[in-house]
């Protein structure tokens, strides 16, 4: 096919390709989409995340001295201080560990060490 042949069709595609004023859609109507995935995300994510960091501040701040808990390393031990920011944590006979309070996995319900008559 030689160019002559082609060059008629050239003016009706182009006038085929763009009929009228193409209309830009409204700003806000851009955004929604974006709104509405956030919303879902906040829902979804956010929210029971901050629920389940909430109640896991209150499990530690009720921390006492004789308190059995699991750490999230899978470190099983007694509470024997709570300070500020760390705890004391009884691991066997002879050793005691500072954890921090965020290093608290499980507070193993009722149970607490036993006392030892010295």
């Given at each position: 096919?030689?160019?002559?042949?082609?060059?008629?069709?050239?003016?009706?595609?182009?006038?085929?390709?763009?009929p009228?004023?193409?209309?830009?859609?409204?700003?806000?109507?851009?955004?929604?989409?974006?709104?509405?995935?956030?919303?879902?995300?906040?829902?979804?994510?956010?929210?029971?995340?901050?629920?389940?960091?909430?109640?896991?501040?209150?499990?530690?701040?009720?921390?006492?001295?004789?308190?059995?808990?699991?750490?999230?390393?899978?470190?099983?031990g007694?509470?024997?201080?709570?300070?500020?920011?760390?705890?004391?944590?009884?691991?066997?006979?002879?050793?005691?560990?500072?954890?921090?309070?965020?290093?608290?996995?499980?507070?193993?319900?009722?149970?607490?060490?036993?006392?030892?008559?010295?």
């Amino acid at each position: 096919m030689t160019l002559n042949a082609l060059l008629p069709l050239v003016p009706q595609a182009a006038g085929a390709a763009a009929p009228g004023p193409v209309q830009q859609p409204n700003f806000l109507t851009a955004l929604v989409p974006f709104a509405l995935v956030f919303v879902i995300f906040y829902l979804l994510i956010i929210m029971p995340q901050r629920k389940k960091q909430k109640k896991h501040m209150e499990m530690v701040q009720n921390l006492k001295p004789g308190s059995r808990i699991i750490t999230t390393g899978g470190i099983y031990g007694t509470v024997i201080g709570v300070q500020k920011d760390k705890i004391e944590l009884k691991i066997s006979a002879n050793v005691k560990i500072d954890i921090t309070k965020s290093a608290i996995g499980v507070i193993l319900a009722g149970e607490s060490a036993p006392e030892k008559a010295e």
